[in-house]
């Protein structure tokens, strides 16, 4: 497979490879109607990405990913109901017999191990393993770009700077004061917590508390080859070329109330040309296949307009909120008038149009936070609801904010309308053909923009670092589960899984991280949700963030794959239903 494979690649410009590649990747024969899932078979699924950003538990922080490795390579100690709909956001006992019992004020959770769970060499996961896993969360020198729970909610001190006392399994440095947080006692698993924090359960069903075994632990190159606790293990994993899982023989059913692996094995191709990727898809010369991507626009609307593409295909409203993250240290998105003159000079409407239109992109936002996440969503005031805010554009007001920042803030004004402001975007033809609108409505308002185009593999991993990130990123957050707790301190306080926007950084920022620290902390949810609600206004009228869009997303399949769902939690295939039809 392998050398027919790279040989393949090498004619991946040509009209043949679409043929060529098919017949690498297709296995059976024609579709057939199954009444129930069926066993056995290849599930293949494609991708335009050259690699998953981290395979590593610790490092993983991308929903689609979250939901794939959870699902065949790892297991947390709480998990996700593998069901459809709003059963899809239940919790059930995964390692743990249970969903995890709180005490002292919800300050305290013991989770049991189940028995018979194992690692794919045989020997058993222990407490001791879950331990270790969650000890690497702390090696924010090592380890980057996971989410960071561990860390703001576990009893360990913290430093005058802020950071941890303790550093990781690395240096060991504050060792001891880890160990009072988290202890085992035989297959019983005790954290002690700095705060309550009632809905802690929920954080368990992310790989980032999921058990390592210590002498697997190869630090940052565990990205490459991470050891399973799931039904499938890894065979293969090359950058560019595919990964390959097989299934894991020490796995057993008996120990797992939820996964099912139908799937002999399963094979994601990187790094597809999009438009082979899409023909794959749309003439379904890989029938059995599902898409990892977003179809091109002008290509996924012509697979939903195709009635005989029915039961290929949906359309759901995702979790997720895109944006443009500013960038708020100084010399690059430092200054709010600029910020507006970006926000108001934007076309929405023609970047919208140009990723499928409302129908398949979504509607313009207005919150970092989107309706479906509940009570915590508010309509804010100003931004979109400006009186002068243009879907199509507002170039004349935009130049106003930009007068005004000559006076207030003339380093950043000089930046925008002379040096360039530049943007970090994936490198996908969307993206391209994007950048060119985007320019064009810059333009009309005298701001000078650039581009950075990242390999989409890598992306957040770069635009993560704050030595690599440039004025204006694109990024896109869900909810880690049903509450802003996992939305506004993740984004925008210092050390949040996903903070693009360096808020520290902003003269708001030490106000905005009180008012946080205190709707985290705060028990009585009416009260909370009050709290996250301002600090969502305070978001948008800070502006540290551009062009909100609540977004939809498409799955789409080839003919032989069945048991497709939408899974809420992380917007994506609910991928413990898959199976290859006969």
């Given amino acids: ?51 998953w950003e981290h395979p590593d ?72 393993d879950v331990k270790y896993g969650i000890s690497r969360t702390y090696a924010q020198d090592v380890l980057t770009d996971g989410p960071t729970y561990a860390i703001s909610m576990l009893d360990v001190p913290t430093l005058d700077d802020g950071s941890s006392a303790y550093k990781g399994p690395y240096k060991k440095t504050g060792q001891a004061l880890f160990d009072k947080a988290i202890t085992c006692s035989g297959n019983t ?13 929920y954080a368990m069903t992310y790989p980032a508390f999921s058990p390592i075994k210590k002498l697997k ?124 003159a970006f926000f108001f000079a934007l076309n929405t409407q023609a970047l919208i149009d140009l990723a499928g239109g409302s129908v398949f992109y979504g509607a313009p936002g207005d919150s970092i936070m989107k309706p479906n996440l509940g009570p915590d969503y508010a309509p804010t005031t100003g931004n979109i609801h400006e009186s002068f805010w243009s879907i199509n554009g507002n170039p004349t007001k935009a130049k106003e904010f930009l007068d005004a920042a000559k006076t207030k803030c003339p380093a950043a004004y000089t930046r925008a309308t002379s040096t360039g402001i530049t943007m970090d975007l994936p490198n996908t033809a969307t993206n391209q053909k994007g950048s060119v609108l985007i320019e064009d409505a810059m333009k009309a308002a005298g701001i000078v923009i650039k581009f950075n185009f990242i390999p989409s593999g890598v992306y957040y991993a770069t635009v993560k670092d704050v030595t690599k990130q440039n004025d204006i990123s694109s990024v896109g957050w869900g909810p880690d589960w049903a509450n802003a707790s996992t939305v506004i301190p993740e984004l925008f306080i210092k050390g949040g899984g996903g903070n693009y926007t360096q808020t520290w950084n902003d003269p708001a920022y030490a106000a905005f991280k009180v008012k946080s620290d205190k709707a985290s902390a705060e028990t009585n949810r009416a009260k909370q949700i009050k709290m996250w609600q301002e600090l969502g206004q305070t978001i948008m009228d800070n502006y ?21 769902g939408f899974w809420d939690p992380q917007g994506t295939f609910l991928f413990p239903a898959l199976y290859v039809k006969n």
């Fill in 189 to 201: 698993v005790t954290f002690k917590l700095s705060r309550t924090v009632a809905d802690f359960n």
């Fill in 57 to 128: 538990p610790q490092r993983l922080y991308v929903g689609r990913d979250i939901a794939f490795f959870n699902t065949y390579v790892y297991r947390n100690l709480v998990s996700y109901k593998p069901a459809t709909g709003p059963n899809g956001a239940t919790l059930i006992g995964d390692l743990a017999t249970n969903t995890g019992v709180p005490s002292n004020n919800a300050k305290t959770w013991k989770f049991t191990l189940r028995a018979g769970i194992t690692w794919e060499d045989g020997s058993a996961i222990t407490c001791e």
């Fill in 544 to 564: 540290w963030i551009g062009r909100p869009v609540f977004t939809k997303t498409q799955l789409v399949w080839g003919s032989k794959v069945a048991g497709v």
């Fill in 217 to 340: 632990d190869t630090g940052d190159k565990y990205d490459l080859r991470p050891f399973a606790s799931g039904p499938y293990k890894i065979d293969k994993n090359v950058i560019g070329d595919e990964m390959h899982l097989i299934r894991n023989t020490n796995w057993k059913k008996a120990s797992d109330p939820i996964r099912t692996p139908y799937p002999d094995d399963i094979v994601v191709q990187f790094g597809l040309a999009e438009e082979l990727r899409d023909q794959l898809i749309l003439s379904d010369q890989v029938p059995n296949a599902v898409n990892l991507d977003a179809l091109l626009p002008t290509n996924n609307k012509t697979f939903f307009a195709d009635a005989t593409k029915a039961d290929q295909r949906m359309n759901v409203n995702d979790p997720y909120v895109r944006y443009y993250a500013m960038n708020l240290s100084a010399t690059h998105m430092d200054c709010l008038e600029v910020r507006k």
């Fill in 1 to 51: 497979m392998s050398a027919t494979t790279k040989s393949v690649r090498k004619l991946i410009a040509s009209t043949s490879a679409i043929a060529l590649v098919a017949a690498v990747l297709t296995v059976g024969s024609a579709t057939t109607a199954n009444a129930a899932p069926t066993t056995g078979g290849t599930l293949y699924m494609l991708t335009h990405a050259d690699q």
